[in-house]
Nanobody, 126 residues
Framework: QVQLVESGGGLVQAGGSLRLSCAASGRTFSGYAMGWFRQAPEKEREFVAAINWTFGDTYYVDSVKGRFTVSRDNARNTLYLQMNSLKSEDTAVYYC???????????????????WGQGTQVTVSS
């Protein structure tokens, strides 16, 4: 059974940093796209970043480019999202997700992902 468990969320001041982790288990993720999504209060869930588990190519939504970095540790089966220069508009519940053989052009499409974590809250105070 595939499990994705996020951690690392919390309260941080604007301009600060957080690193989210997503521990993945239950199968090998070779060829999978691993994504981060977020949902702010009263808003729809949106794509943040993704990485190909095997090749490491990454993709970001424009609003986080230059501030967020997605990475993975294959040995630890863990996905990361390093978030720097945080803004109040980054406040949301952050979810990690895994999808099999998603083409890079579809990384941002929520429906392409098969497995989801339970989410971790990130709150940025201004």
């Amino acid at each position: 059974q595939v499990q994705l468990v996020e951690s690392g969320g919390g309260l941080v001041q604007a301009g600060g940093s957080l690193r989210l982790s997503c521990a993945a288990s239950g199968r090998t993720f070779s060829g999978y796209a691993m994504g981060w999504f977020r949902q702010a209060p009263e808003k729809e869930r949106e794509f943040v970043a993704a990485i190909n588990w095997t090749f490491g190519d990454t993709y970001y939504v424009d609003s986080v480019k230059g501030r967020f970095t997605v990475s993975r540790d294959n040995a630890r089966n863990t996905l990361y999202l390093q978030m720097n220069s945080l803004k109040s508009e980054d406040t949301a519940v952050y979810y990690c997700a895994a999808g099999a053989y998603i083409s890079r052009r579809y990384y941002g499409q929520e429906r392409r992902y098969d497995y989801w974590g339970q989410g971790t809250q990130v709150t940025v105070s201004s």
